[in-house]
């Protein structure tokens, strides 16, 4: 399981997205795409040929008064899941929602070299006795609003934004009452005079810093002065209280003042933009900030990465995704250069080989899909396109139009509903579902459930755009139900009501989210980066089909994100910082969760098997993922291990990154074959490497900071 998302904006935000629309003019030659992009459609999922169902799991209570379609895959999910009291990781603050108080941590890392674990404990808890319920009043790209109301008309609302330094709560009325399960040791007011909590102190005092036998030492601020009794174990302001109040947790006093300088401001909501010129995209954080002065958040490492100019602050927390800087601004601005590839692979078939891979050709261009399952279908779908490009790449035009049939045959009763495990419309929360998976929550690997639609449906939209690259006719005629694959994964738009908005998408994290509707204690979850990969390459050549600019745009968008975030927090090579060295020296992240990280699949501890799930189904974006340095370093741990015999072939293509003809000698022994390669695709990829005659240096992703307009970018 993976990913998730949504861009849904409500009242203000869409009146802030269209004032955003008019900045930047990057260059009056080339095409500009701006955000936010026309929906790819707006019509009905075609009920001709789709079924409408009501999904068996409804909504529950915590969706509050918020309308479908429903985010599945969101960063938040745990809010809205069963009893909603799973985690929440803001980075740094992990949170939970519980049915009378709010409780939350800055965790401590358990690190091991099989995993590492945000060690999650209720540090805190804000009591909240008396509530009528919780509700998410908002979510945006970046932000998610819970608000806890009462009988009386008074609430607390909290809204969290990712990477903000502070643990915000916005009372309306109420007496602000902590716990902590710590002991705590001292406590200071505004002034610096320090009290004991077993004297039962009364503070006056706006701000207070307390130090706790935990190491931790925690900033409180409130927005006006409050009279606070304290113990050991709990904090209690003596009057109700309008105003906002703000934790941060700070490694030594002197960090208070730095946060002194912010403590006036909190983002409140946010909006994602992005513009789009020629292969550079511009990405926008905007946050909606309540309070005066400047606004304070945390950069995670790929932020630093493409930031433009930005403004650095002395603050910083260490977190599963490494060490998150402060940087200070409402808006921030980051360059992203998006893949220059299309059909085929950077460097041309090797002359030399050309003969051995027709002669694969001639034996595997036959092959047809065998499974009725969304997922494998799609791998054996996927396994066609792409025997049907290289085709085309070494000009033998039969063997693809041949290919081309036997697709158009194969994905035409899932385009028409009549395949045995026909996909149909989900009026829930808005999405396509297969019939199994509606019918138990485990078939299809949860597809029902709204888990991996991205790998399941990517490849079908993958195979529908190498079919139409030739066949014009095919999309036409489909064009509606190609178009639902599309929504369900990628919609650009909060303008088509029928389907959330980048359903797996984490805008600020960069990377997907799988999982749906299931409920983890650790969060989101995503595996296969390569797979996402593979979704947002195939939407990126629809888009190109299809004469589709803002769809070719925007799948460029989703996978160079996809790329930088999975060369951040899935690879691991030497010169990386963000993991320690216990679990870096693994080279690879099987599964990254919201709260931990383990060397493992969902299908095993193989070590071919967290490395290849990683790297399957190799295609043009591969060659940017996984570049030579790094893996120079992450062949090692697989060259010589016990394979599985179908996922040698994965192993022998690793090799070819790095060693060409050793691969391509190896090859030879290779005679089983993964259900979503075989011997051409395995050639073909080791061919086109790069060799001294025919040069080629795979494009990468640049990983310095932008801030001069004179450096050149790669």
């Known amino acids: 399981m993976c990913i998730r998302d949504r861009r849904r904006v409500h009242g203000d935000q869409f009146i802030m997205r269209v004032l955003f629309l008019s900045i930047l003019l990057l260059g009056i030659f080339q095409t500009q795409v701006q955000g936010i992009f026309k929906p790819f459609d707006t019509t009905d999922p075609n009920p001709e040929y789709r079924k409408h169902i009501i999904h068996p799991k409804t909504p529950s209570q915590f969706w509050g008064d918020l309308k479908k379609p429903y985010p599945t895959n969101a960063w938040w999910q745990n809010l809205v899941l069963n009893t909603g009291e799973q985690t929440l990781n803001t980075y740094p603050y992990i949170s939970k929602a519980k049915t009378d108080q709010l409780c939350f941590t800055v965790p401590k890392m358990i690190e091991t070299k099989d995993y590492i674990l945000s060690n999650y404990l209720d540090e805190w808890c804000i009591r909240l006795p008396g509530t009528t319920g919780r509700k998410v009043t908002h979510y945006d790209d970046i932000t998610v609003t819970l608000r806890y109301p009462f009988g009386d008309s008074s609430s607390v609302t909290f809204p969290f934004a990712q990477g903000s330094p502070f643990l915000v709560a916005e009372y309306e009325g109420k007496k602000p009452e902590l716990q902590t399960i710590m002991a705590i040791l001292e406590i200071k007011d505004e002034n610096g005079k320090s009290y004991k909590p077993e004297d039962h102190p009364t503070i006056v005092s706006s701000k207070f810093i307390v130090r706790m036998n935990n190491d931790h030492m925690w900033v409180i601020y409130f927005t006006s002065k409050v009279s606070l009794v304290v113990s050991v174990s709990s904090l209690s302001v003596t009057e109700d209280f309008k105003g906002v109040m703000k934790f941060a947790l700070i490694e030594k006093e002197e960090k208070a003042a730095i946060l002194d300088q912010y403590k006036n401001t909190y983002a409140a909501q946010g909006a994602v933009d992005y513009t789009v010129t020629g292969n550079t995209a511009r990405i926008y954080y905007k946050w909606v900030v309540k309070g005066t002065g400047p606004l304070l958040m945390m950069a995670m490492p790929h932020h630093l990465d493409v930031l433009m100019k930005p403004k650095k602050i002395a603050l910083s927390y260490r977190t599963i995704r490494g060490t998150i800087t402060g940087i200070e601004g409402n808006v921030w601005t ?17 002359p030399s080989k050309l003969a051995d891979i027709k002669k694969a050709l001639e034996a595997d261009y036959k092959l047809l899909p065998d499974a009725a399952d969304p997922y494998f279908f799609g791998v054996h779908i996927g396994k066609l396109a792409k025997l049907a490009l290289i085709a085309d790449q070494i000009g033998d035009t039969e063997k693809a139009e041949y290919l081309r049939n036997s697709m158009e045959k194969a994905m035409e009763p899932w385009l028409v509903g009549k395949n045995p495990d026909a996909l149909l419309y989900d009026t829930t929360y808005g999405g396509i579902v297969s019939t199994k998976g509606i019918m138990s929550e485990q078939e299809d690997f949860g597809n029902g459930y709204y888990n991996d639609h991205y790998f399941h449906y ?51 994290g960069f990377h997907s989210w799988a999982a749906g509707l299931f409920e983890f204690a650790d969060g989101r979850n995503q595996e296969s980066t390569s797979e996402a990969l593979m979704c947002y390459y195939g939407l990126m050549l629809l888009g190109e089909t299809l004469k589709n600019t803002e769809m070719l745009s ?139 005659q025919y040069s080629h240096s795979p494009q990468t992703l640049p990983t310095q900071n932008i801030t001069k307009k004179k450096k050149k970018k790669k």
């Open 334 to 350: 980051m360059n992203e250069f998006l893949p220059k590839f299309m059909w085929d692979t950077p460097t041309p078939v090797d």
């Open 458 to 508: 990517g490849y079908h939209v993958f195979a529908c755009a190498v079919i139409g690259r030739k066949h014009p006719a095919f999309l036409e005629k489909h064009k509606p139900m190609i178009l639902a694959y599309a929504r369900d994964i990628a919609n650009p738009s909060p303008k088509d009501t029928y389907f959330t908005v980048t359903r797996h998408k984490d805008w600020f």
């Open 554 to 692: 925007f799948g460029k968008l989703l996978l160079a994100m996809e790329i930088r975030a999975a060369k951040m927090y899935w690879h691991m090579p030497s010169t990386s910082n963000v993991y320690p060295e216990i679990f870096r020296q693994n080279r690879m992240v099987g599964i990254v969760w919201a709260n931990k990280v383990d060397y493992a699949t969902w299908f095993g501890k193989n070590d071919l098997f967290i490395h290849g799930i990683q790297m399957l189904p190799f295609l043009p974006p591969t060659e940017i993922c996984l570049d030579k340095a790094f893996m120079k370093e992450e062949y090692e741990i697989i060259k010589t291990k016990n394979d599985p015999a179908d996922w040698t072939v994965y192993r022998v293509c690793a090799r070819a990154i790095i060693d060409k003809e050793g691969a391509w000698s190896e090859a030879a022994s290779v005679n089983v074959f993964h259900s979503g390669t075989c011997r051409t695709i395995m050639l073909h990829w080791i061919a086109t490497r790069p060799t001294a």
